[in-house]
C-alpha cells in the first residue's frame, strides 16, 4: 500500500514537472498561423505619401489587411471590425497598427486611401505602391486579387482575399481573422499579444 502511494506521487511529481516545462502556449480564438506564414516585410507609400517598411512598425502589433477604397462592402465592414477592436483596447491601441493595402494601385493613390481611412480611425494606415509591389506584399502572404472588366463609366470591382493576417511586435506571423471572427474574438487574441 505505500508502493503505491509512492508510485502515486511520483506519477503527480512528474507530470507537475512536465507542466512547468510547457511552451506556456495560449488559447487563441483565431486561427494560429505561427511558423506558416513569413514575417512581416514590405516596401510601401503610406497614406500620407511617405515610403515605410515593416520597419517602421516595430514594436506595434499589426493587423495587416487587404481591399481597396471602392469597396462596397466587405472592406468597409472589416475595417470597421478592426476599429471597433481598437475601442475596445483602450489605451492598449497605442501599441497596435491596422495596415490596410490597397489591390487597387491604379485608383487608390495615398491623398484617396488618407481620406478613406480618417472613416475608420487614427490606428488604421493605408498603403499602396507600384503593381509590382502590390502584387509582391500580396504574394508573400498568399493573398489573391483581380480587378474585374470596367463597365462604360471605367468602374469595376476587385475580388480579393479577406482574411487579416496578426502579427506581434516583433513582426511575426501569429494568427488570421476572417470575416466570421467577432470582434470579441479578436480583441481577446490582441490582448494576449500585447
Not at 99 to 124: E, I, W
Not at 150 to 162: I, K, L, Q, R
Amino acid at each position: 500500500m505505500a508502493s503505491l502511494t509512492i508510485a502515486r506521487r511520483a506519477m503527480l511529481l512528474s507530470v507537475l514537472l512536465l507542466a512547468g516545462c510547457s511552451n506556456g502556449s495560449r488559447h487563441w480564438q483565431l486561427t494560429d498561423i505561427s511558423g506558416h506564414l513569413p514575417n512581416l516585410e514590405f516596401a510601401l507609400t503610406s497614406d500620407q505619401g511617405r515610403a515605410v517598411t515593416a520597419r517602421d512598425y516595430h514594436g506595434d502589433v499589426v493587423m495587416l489587411y487587404f481591399g481597396y477604397t471602392h469597396c462596397p462592402d466587405v472592406c468597409p465592414a472589416t475595417l470597421a471590425r478592426l476599429s471597433a477592436v481598437m475601442q475596445h483596447l483602450g489605451n492598449k491601441a497605442d501599441k497596435v497598427k491596422i495596415l490596410f493595402v490597397s489591390v487597387d494601385p491604379a485608383r487608390d493613390t495615398p491623398a484617396m486611401l488618407h481620406t478613406y481611412d480618417a472613416a475608420f480611425g487614427p490606428h488604421v494606415i493605408g498603403l499602396t505602391g507600384s503593381e509590382n509591389a502590390i502584387i509582391d506584399v500580396a504574394r508573400r502572404y498568399r493573398v489573391a486579387y483581380q480587378a474585374g472588366k470596367p463597365d462604360a463609366d471605367g468602374n469595376y470591382d476587385v475580388t480579393h482575399s479577406s482574411g487579416v493576417y496578426i502579427f506581434d511586435e516583433n513582426g511575426r506571423a501569429r494568427l488570421l481573422a476572417t470575416n466570421a471572427s467577432s470582434i470579441g474574438e479578436i480583441t481577446y487574441d490582441v490582448n494576449q499579444l500585447l
